[in-house]
């Protein structure tokens, strides 16, 4: 599985980054929003990223009609050809996009996947990615584990090259469940990618090796 963080706060993506196992970056409009990051500085936030490891950064597009949307998907796909995934809320007209961002060889991330069929319509249009929001899912009265699940079984039945980006995780064992259905890629905050680490018998166990370390040295 691979693991980015969502966010676009400076310091939050670089110190994720630092740890050596987040793979990239996501953001979206709402995240630049709450770090203060105009769509004038988003280049320059790509270029810190990529400055400190990210392999692939996911950037949205923020125009509403398709033509627009192609449009500024191949402008941000200039600041990091294959390592820039155009992200595409799934409208009709992010699918008409994503259609001919794709047939140019663009990475393409169709994002608020909250259905199987517009998981099958994304692999239609050869997306890379459909980011699914499993928090939100849940906040909905659906069983997000379930549909996630049956997203990834009709990935997998039609040996797709589409994969799940699952996104609005709010506990570290909700990766873990993720992983067991097979989900390839998740996107988690900065309060829960922090988390990932953690385990109580580890402290103890590494507790005890300083102790027995420092006594044989």
Same mark, same amino acid.
């Given at each position: +599985? =691979?693991?980015? $963080?969502?966010?676009?706060?400076?310091?939050?993506?670089?110190?994720?980054?630092?740890?050596?196992?987040?793979?990239?970056?996501?953001?979206?409009?709402?995240?630049?929003?709450?770090?203060?990051?105009?769509?004038?500085?988003?280049?320059?936030?790509?270029?810190?990223?990529?400055?400190?490891?990210?392999?692939?950064?996911?950037?949205? @597009?923020?125009?509403? !009609?398709?033509?627009? $949307?192609?449009? #500024?998907?191949?402008?941000?796909?200039?600041?990091? &050809?294959?390592?820039?995934?155009?992200? $595409? /809320?799934? @409208? /009709?007209?992010?699918?008409?996009?994503?259609? #001919?961002?794709?047939?140019?060889?663009?990475?393409?991330?169709?994002?608020?996947?909250? @259905?199987?069929?517009?998981?099958?319509?994304?692999?239609?249009?050869?997306?890379?990615?459909?980011?699914?929001?499993?928090?939100?899912?849940? !906040?909905?009265? +659906?069983?997000?584990?379930?549909?996630?699940?049956? +997203?990834?079984?009709? $990935?997998?039945?039609?040996?797709?090259?589409?994969?799940?980006?699952?996104?609005?995780?709010?506990? &570290?064992?909700?990766? #873990?469940?993720?992983?067991?259905?097979?989900?390839? @890629?998740?996107?988690?905050?900065?309060?829960?990618? =922090?988390?990932? &680490? !953690?385990?109580?018998?580890?402290?103890?166990?590494?507790?005890?090796?300083?102790?027995?370390?420092?006594?044989?040295?």
């Amino acid at each position: +599985m =691979r693991i980015y $963080i969502d966010s676009a706060d400076r310091q939050a993506i670089t110190e994720a980054l630092a740890t050596g196992y987040v793979y990239g970056v996501t953001t979206n409009p709402t995240l630049l929003r709450r770090a203060g990051v105009r769509a004038s500085e988003v280049p320059d936030l790509a270029r810190l990223a990529f400055e400190h490891g990210a392999r692939e950064i996911h950037l949205q @597009t923020y125009a509403e !009609d398709a033509a627009g $949307i192609v449009s #500024e998907g191949v402008e941000l796909a200039r600041l990091g &050809p294959e390592r820039v995934a155009v992200k $595409i /809320p799934a @409208t /009709p007209a992010g699918y008409a996009a994503a259609a #001919e961002l794709a047939g140019q060889g663009l990475r393409v991330t169709l994002t608020a996947v909250y @259905t199987v069929r517009q998981a099958l319509l994304a692999n239609s249009v050869s997306a890379h990615y459909i980011a699914v929001y499993l928090g939100r899912m849940r !906040d909905a009265g +659906m069983d997000s584990l379930a549909v996630i699940g049956r +997203m990834q079984q009709a $990935i997998d039945v039609y040996h797709s090259k589409l994969e799940i980006l699952a996104a609005s995780v709010r506990d &570290p064992e909700e990766v #873990e469940a993720l992983a067991a259905l097979g989900v390839a @890629t998740v996107t988690l905050p900065p309060a829960v990618l =922090r988390q990932l &680490p !953690d385990s109580d018998q580890t402290k103890a166990a590494a507790q005890t090796f300083s102790e027995d370390a420092r006594a044989i040295n």
